[in-house]
Every structure is written in C-alpha cells, then in structure tokens.
Nanobody, 126 residues
Framework: QVQLVESGGGLVQAGDSLTLSCAAS????????LGWFRQAPGKKRELVAA????????YYGDSVKGRFTISRDNAKNTVYLQMNSLKPEDTAVYYC???????????????????WGQGTQVTVSS
C-alpha cells in the first residue's frame, strides 16, 4: 500500500494559478502511475490528469487540457499538479491516487488506482 499526502490547496481567484503536491511513501515511487482526481459537491469523481512511470506519458481530461500540467519528481517521491487560468468550475476536493500498473496516456484512465490521499480543497472565486 502507498501512503499519499496532498498539499497546496486553497482559495484563489479566477485566473490565478495554484500548484498541488502529493508526497508518496511505502512503495517504489518510480514504479507507480499517478493520477489527480477531483470531486465537486453533487458531482462524480473525475480523473483530471495522470502520469506514467517515466513521466513522459501523460493524460489530461478535456476540461483541464491546456491549463493544467502534471509532473513528477522521482527523486523527491512527489507528483505535482500545476493549475493555471483557474475557473470557478475547477472548485473541488482534489485527490492524489497511485497504481503500480504501468500506463501511458489515455491508457491511464483504465487503472483502478488502489491508493488514495486524503484530499485537498481548491476553491476558485469569481
């Protein structure tokens, strides 16, 4: 099992930027595929972005494509989500998740992600 701890959430205004971090422990980080999910009140959980083992293959949901960037630092056992041009509809609890299965691009959407962080709130005011 992997332990995941998110940080970096907060209250920002529309158009601002924010970077989320997720520190992992308990398993070889370089052999984890990682994803950022979000869930807004009354809505289904959504996979926002995912990244494979090497960091060269990523997936982005249509709603964040071009605005968000997922990256990983295997030396620091940390995955990041850089969020630019934030919109009120980006308001949600953001979760980091991990899966030991290798994935690449859209293939990351098929993973079950068996380890989850506690979530961090992102609120974007208009």
């Amino acid at each position: 099992q992997v332990q995941l701890v998110e940080s970096g959430g907060g209250l920002v205004q529309a158009g601002d930027s924010l970077t989320l971090s997720c520190a992992a422990s308990g398993r070889t980080f370089s052999k984890l595929s990682l994803g950022w999910f979000r869930q807004a009140p009354g809505k289904k959980r959504e996979l926002v972005a995912a990244i494979g083992w090497t960091g060269s293959n990523t997936y982005y949901g249509d709603s964040v494509k071009g605005r968000f960037t997922i990256s990983r630092d295997n030396a620091k056992n940390t995955v990041y989500l850089q969020m630019n041009s934030l919109k009120p509809e980006d308001t949600a609890v953001y979760y980091c998740a991990a899966d030991p299965t290798y994935c690449s691009g859209y293939g990351c959407t098929t993973l079950t992600f068996d380890s989850w962080g506690q979530g961090t709130q992102v609120t974007v005011s208009s």
